[in-house]
């Protein structure tokens, strides 16, 4: 792919516009999309893809991107998703983002000019160590950057920019998707798989140059509901049982070397409670469960069924109940059934003159659903890093490594089929 080489990537200009327009999902909101601003960048994204010359590309009523880069071969080729995420995080401040790009890094902490306070330490950001040379894209220190996952829309773009502008290049049908609320758990919730018409998918959302991720969590979001019993409490004595003390309780009871996200790592899965609303009433403890091995989730539920029945067993009065809803599945259990999917992905790596790296993600993406929705679809990586936070960051050679490597993925199911 000499020609790569040769192309003037158009990448970091799209990111660094699309940074600037606030697109942070909202937990708490009940619509779709999560929050309308969202529809901002979908607004723009539609608009520079019928400039490019994609004429179907439309933005729904839910905050989707649909776009399709039609086939230039004779051959019968899989039609391929291409997807990443529009939303940034709401976990840091994301409104009035101002990047700024440190050309040519030398190595050292990297200063944040607005925000004293914030600097990138090279301690404890080990992956510097590999951008000598490189330009890093980082935010002022007052917001997050939203390189996850503005840095895979824009990837996205230039590689659709690139395969129109070089038809010589030989693809397959492909397809386009820019999801709302991914970073809510909500990214695919009302994505229409019948227009999407796609047979394999690429979320284009991982950090480490050159890494490909088949593997996520399973996840389940748990909720436990204590409830107490109250009365005036100028005369409770023996009477008064305290919802939120009994919670206080059962999570106290959780285990302190284990099974927690601050004692994990690895393949280890943890429980880890997120989120407690009440009054001495009644209290809800919201749980996130996390696993690689689904079935380890249930034994998980059981452990936290088993901590609450013996604290609420002390009081005569109070109870619980617990209610599970599935969040994903390790998309793993379907990518082994298409193993070129992979396979393809990790050989477009090395096409782009990168060691390949397969991973396993300690957490989901919208690959993670689109699995089981019969969208076989593993992760790429774009190059972002220290994400959800305003020490994010991304190197502006790895998004056009990402790009290089996004087109050798559309090479080679044209060449394979």
């Not at 002022?140 to 773009?157: F, S």
């Not at 002390?314 to 259990?333: D, P, T």
């Not at 790596?349 to 019969?374: C, H, N, Q, W, Y």
Request: aromatic content about 6%; charged content about 25%.
């Amino acid at each position: 792919m000499s020609r790569i080489k040769d192309y003037s990537f158009t990448c970091v200009e799209r990111f660094l516009r699309y940074v600037r327009i606030d697109t942070q999902s909202d937990h708490n909101s009940t619509t779709h999309p999560s929050t309308e601003k969202q529809k901002d960048l979908g607004r723009l994204l539609v608009k520079e893809l019928h400039e490019i010359g994609i004429a179907d590309a439309e933005l729904d009523e839910f905050g989707y991107v649909y776009a399709t880069l039609e086939s230039n071969t004779e051959k019968k080729v899989p039609v391929i998703c291409l997807c990443s995420h529009m939303d940034t995080s709401p976990d840091a401040p994301g409104k009035n983002v101002n990047p700024v790009i440190h050309r040519n890094y030398r190595g050292g902490d990297i200063a944040l000019p607005n925000n004293p306070s914030q600097s990138i330490r090279a301690s404890e950001h080990p992956e510097l160590a590999e951008q000598i040379g490189n330009d890093i894209i980082t935010t002022d220190g007052t917001t997050l950057l939203g390189a996850d996952n503005k840095a895979g829309v824009a990837e996205i773009m230039d590689t659709v920019h690139y395969l129109v502008n070089n038809p010589e290049v030989k693809h397959g049908k492909i397809r386009i998707l820019f999801t709302p609320d991914e970073e809510v758990g909500r990214g695919v919730d009302k994505v229409d798989m019948k227009k999407l018409g796609a047979d394999v998918g690429y979320t284009i959302d991982g950090a480490d140059l050159g890494s490909v991720q088949d593997e996520t969590f399973s996840a389940d979001s748990l909720t436990l509901t204590v409830t107490g019993f109250n009365i005036h409490p100028g005369f409770a004595k023996g009477k008064m049982e305290n919802a939120i003390k009994i919670a206080a309780e059962i999570i106290d009871r959780l285990p302190k070397d284990k099974m927690s996200p601050e004692t994990t790592s690895g393949k280890e899965g943890f429980v880890n409670p997120v989120r407690i609303d009440g009054t001495v009433d009644s209290v809800k403890i919201r749980f996130i469960i996390r696993d690689f091995v689904t079935s380890n989730l249930g034994l998980m539920e059981d452990r936290i069924r088993k901590i609450a029945g013996e604290v609420v067993a002390a009081y005569r009065q109070s109870g619980f109940e617990i209610s599970v809803e599935q969040s994903y599945r390790n998309l793993k259990e379907v990518l082994d059934n298409e193993p070129r999917i992979v396979e393809y992905a990790v050989e477009a790596v090395r096409r782009a003159g990168l060691e390949p790296k397969l991973e396993s993600i300690r957490g989901g993406t919208d690959g993670s659903r689109l699995s089981f929705m019969g969208l076989p679809c593993p992760n790429i990586f774009a190059g972002e890093h220290a994400f959800h936070s305003v020490l994010e960051w991304v190197s502006v050679q790895d998004m056009q490594k990402a790009v290089e490597t996004i087109i050798n993925l559309c090479i080679i199911w044209e060449e394979r089929s």
